[in-house]
DNA sequence: GTTTTTTGCCTAGGGTGACTAGGCTACTAC
DNA sequence: GTAGTAGCCTAGTCACCCTAGGCAAAAAAC
């Protein structure tokens, strides 16, 4: 019998396009193993279990993510970064909506602190260099700006505004605007 | 054989606290029979299916979400609406956080046309009156402040905020004095 | 107050998915 | 070539979702 040759970085590469296809609540270790032609038992040599899967997934993700927000900030500062880092946030999720729902998994501590994530984290700071805000106000203004690209990647995608005509792309528009207005004018205390 | 009196009322209800508990991705058909003593096949009468019964707790959840803002919002207006709105939504989430989970699935557009969804979206447009934008800077405005409200709430319950020492209660203070500050002083096209 | 209808719950059973134990086979290293 | 190990298998358990069909309790009709 030939081999198949899984391996856990193919496996888990797989149910991150799947999960773009058929949405992650459908990338079953069931759905995988058929992609590759094996039995489901077969996949829990190379992963743990399901949950390590989507971990995997939203590991991956993250990773991918923090890349294209690398590249689409380079050279870029004030709020011509903010924009690029805000577009190519969107843009991922709008291009991988599978991936994107992968990341929302809360990931155990250690596992956090070693993922991509703490790039964002970091590509958020340097953003804000250029509003020059001294903590602890620069937290404040990372937690908003991501609460604010999340919140609306994330209600745009299940259908939040829907229900009023306006193009959701002009709406993100004004909202960087907005953005970086309250940021170049952060109130004071 | 007594009967259980079970109802689709009491079954949403049970499956809300149910996912406040244990999460509403252990909020299945069979846990919930469980609770009223009965067989999971006995719940079919009440309810059509697993995503029936998802959508009924999300309905809930609008409705009692939209309640507290509303009773929230009573007298106020300006930023102290706008304050008072977002901590009734915080709050409900950081309480209800299965409930609240629930509300993410996406309806469709008739349901969600008809759920206490729309009340909110009225109650937002109602907080903006205090600050005079004319359309569309109104809906944008809207869209912003749902996405950074939800952004924030999300973003804090699955942990985003952990790595940082800050509270996230000083950080939604400041995000809510910036919200504000833009919205009075909506940037110009 | 009996009969009829409806309602609420049951048992039985099929389908899918997660996962474990244990076996066989193809590569790899020596 | 032989030993070991890596990759895949079958078989089987358990949980959950859901349907079909039966029976008894409650409600409605007479």
Redesign the pocket.
Known sequence: ???????AERLTLAAAELADEIGME?????????Q??????????????????RVRVALLALTELADRVASALAGRAGKDALVAFANAYRGYAKEHPGRYAAMQIDLDPETAAASAGVRHAEMTRAILRGYRLAEPDQTDAVRMMHSTFHGFVSLERTGGFRHTPRAADDSWARTLDALDAVLANWPPR
Chains 1, 2 share one sequence.
């Open positions: 019998m030939a081999r198949a040759g899984v391996t459908n990338v079953t270790v069931a759905a995988l193993a058929r590759f032609g094996v039995k489901d038992a077969s996949l829990y040599f190379h992963i743990r279990n399901a949950h390590d899967l």
